[in-house]
């Protein structure tokens, strides 16, 4: 079991609430309306119904014999992909969207990397009726066209962020303004378990799914625990969905971050977007841009719980290079048939580099996302 | 309940208020060029006292003019040292705040922060995303360094959570007019004087309405309630878009008015 923050919102020293004063009522407002919902049992099954009848939970484990065998482990993979809308964002969308809806709110907005974030939220939003404004870094919306779209045809308006390094990091600025002069009738969708409190525990409440799917499934597949957990780590909402099924057990947690944006592996403790955490940034304060081939891991911060999580030694955060990710993402495809997201190579590849370090071993990964998305890009990349 | 020290922003403040003057107090970006000029400026026609922005690279309190004024101090190469090294040459009598995200703060610790704007001559600070709740390191160091802490009341305060915030503040109470960022309006909101009459009912302390402040007219109509206002994207356009002069023209323009709605000669 992770821990519970307390009303301070800390894990540990990381966390917190460091929001302009506009927001602190919003939030205080949403932690209390987030454990009434929790506990309420109609909330729960509303909830689950709408994971299983529309999401499709639950994922799947899938057994990569091929793979596995080249590289000498047995590695299984949680199918987030297959989920509705092709990641695991759905998961955390659909409690939020139905919170903000039991709240009375009118509209979302939410920011986006890879796009997935926003089109869980405006899919969501369009089922339940909601009106819903993504913000997406101008880089991104060049490199994710084709999400983008999908979000203008689910409903969504789609504003692209045109500060600083145009990223995910300008997303989440720009939708905290916005938040800040409509918080009397908007909800904030937050896409990772960041933010100020209650969001990193709210998220990753409703990503715990994926961890208590998984450590049911591994039990029945391989009568054990995994010894590796592994994901990737962006503000790291996969990571700790599927790392709250294991926190308690044997198994290494292990968190991959891009080289580029690796907050827990090079960055320092700091507060930005509401929360104390490992940051990369400079010996001012000022925060660096993220230079990562995924948009969605292209994120300076880091969940504060995983920051928590690595200042205890629970879990581990390596890092890989682009060039890395590029033969990961092909490698998974030629040799399972399965094309992950940019976001997950980041995990295949951590895991075919350090194979020959866990001959024999099982290693779990939380394949978070589709990689539909990626292909015109990678076309770019590969020619 | 513990009494905080009266600082030389706060004095300084009440002492004009209490003479019957409504209170200015422009904003400038620190770091952005021309801003010393601009300092001199607002300190020559009229300003109370001057808030000196600490360029951050994720204000998200702040709209697009500020915005601006901050990425392109930083690419000039200003940061917090140079910023409040150039401070200490300024030589005005005006007394200093500076405005600065948490994280500038945070990464230099809270005491050697709080100690460099002193020995700067700052007297205040306005953290605005250090709300109440987490401010307490922070104040600590503060009071200890002698640097008053200026915080935010916004609208959607509840009435409980007014006075919890009163009691820890200093130098002057940060009115926020309105529920947004940064930026220049049309009108005043209906906000800003709700606020202000609220908070006027529960303190002592200089209530300054900041946010949204666009012109002389929205400063005379805030400060109808308000002890004064805080101005800081119509100060920065008039510096991005002409230069120090201007600022010194638009700070005597509104002085002109806020001291004509209230008699002063």
Redesign the interface.
Known sequence: MLTTPGADGRFGEFGGRFVPETLVPACQELEAAFHDAWNDTVFRTELNDLLRDYAGRPSILTECHNLGRKLGIRLILKREDLNHTGSHKINSVLGQVLLAKRMGKKRIVAETGAGQHGVASATAAALLGLGCKVYMGEVDVERQALNVFRMRLLGAEVVPAKSGSRTLKDAVNEAMRDWVATVEHTYYAIGSVMGPHPYPFMVRQFQSVIGTEARAQCRELLGTDPDFVTACVGGGSNAIGIFSGFVDTHARLIGVEPAGGAAVGRGVPGVVHGMRSYLMQDEYGQVQEAQSISAGLDYPGVGPEHSYLASIGRAEYPSVTDAEVIEGFQLLAKTEGIIPALECAHVVAWIAREAPNMQGKTVLMNLSGRGDKDVAQMMDILG | MAVLHTGKLESHLRARRDAGRKLLVPYITGGYLGWTDAVRAAAANGADAIEIGIP??????D?PMI?LAS?QA?ERGA???TILQELRSIDIDVPLAVMCY???????GNERFSHSLAEAGVCAAIV???????ATEWCFAADGAGIETV????????EE?LPR?LQRCNGFVYA?G????TGERDELASTATKLAARLKALTDVPVLIGVGVSNAAQAVEASTVADGVVMGASVMRRLIEHDADAVGEYVGEVRKALDAAVGVK
């Open positions: 951050f690279s994720d204000p998200v309190m709209g915005q990425e930083l940061t917090p040292l948490y994280n500038t703060v945070h990464s230099a605005p995303d250090l709300p109440l709740e987490e915080m935010l009341a916004a609208p959607t305060a509840p959570r915030i926020v309105l529920l947004g960022v």
